[in-house]
């Protein structure tokens, strides 16, 4: 992609108290721990992670992520200790746009840590994607998730029906770093 900067993947970032580094096999026992722990998918039930499998495969998309595109999620764990705290950063989505993504350990919850990963995957999306928007796409009943986005200075763009849902009634909400054009509205709204 012609949008990228010459600055180095940020395939290992330390923050305060977080130690990022790209999620690979290694994580994927502490990643289906994480995924198949039904309080941290409250707000999204079918996500949950009912196989090891599924954390196998999600671990090798997020491996092509970060060979390809110089971005993806890392596996955030403390600096004191090394526990899995929770998993997330940015990927570059087929819409045109980098997903902020995040999911905590719920006994890592209310500790300011989804901010902490989320500010690390802003920062290195600014220097290794500048010109691409910086999207969440989340629930509108996930209060936290909302939180997390909006301290990050991400704005709400786009409301609608959540396509693909279980729950008819369920509502997406896309925010982003940035004002986005009609057309990028259009494919993130309809995604």
């Known amino acids: 992609m012609s949008q990228h900067s010459t600055t180095a993947p940020p395939a290992r970032t330390v923050t305060d108290r977080l130690v990022l580094t790209a999620a690979g096999p290694a994580d994927a026992d502490d990643l289906y721990a994480l995924n198949s722990d039904p309080r941290v998918w409250t707000h999204f039930p ?9 954390t196998a495969r999600q671990v090798a998309d997020f491996a092509a992520d970060w060979a390809r ?17 929770g998993v997330g950063g940015v990927k570059l989505r087929r819409e045109g746009v980098l997903n902020l993504y995040y999911r905590i350990a719920a006994e890592q919850q209310g500790q300011g840590f989804a901010t902490e990963l989320g500010r690390a995957a802003v920062d290195a999306a600014a220097g290794v994607l500048p010109g691409v928007p910086v999207t969440a ?5 996930n209060a936290a998730s909302r939180a997390t986005a909006e301290k990050l200075g ?28 009609d057309e990028t509205l259009a494919r993130v709204g309809g995604a």
């Open 46 to 54: 079918q996500g949950r992670h009912t196989d090891p499998e599924q």
């Open 69 to 85: 595109d110089g971005l993806g999620y890392w596996a955030a764990r403390r600096r004191d200790d090394g526990a899995l705290v």
């Open 137 to 141: 796409f989340l629930l509108e009943h």
């Open 154 to 181: 991400l704005r709400l763009v786009w409301r609608g029906p959540d396509a693909g849902n279980a729950d008819p009634d369920a509502v997406r909400l896309v925010f982003a770093d940035r004002e986005l054009d």
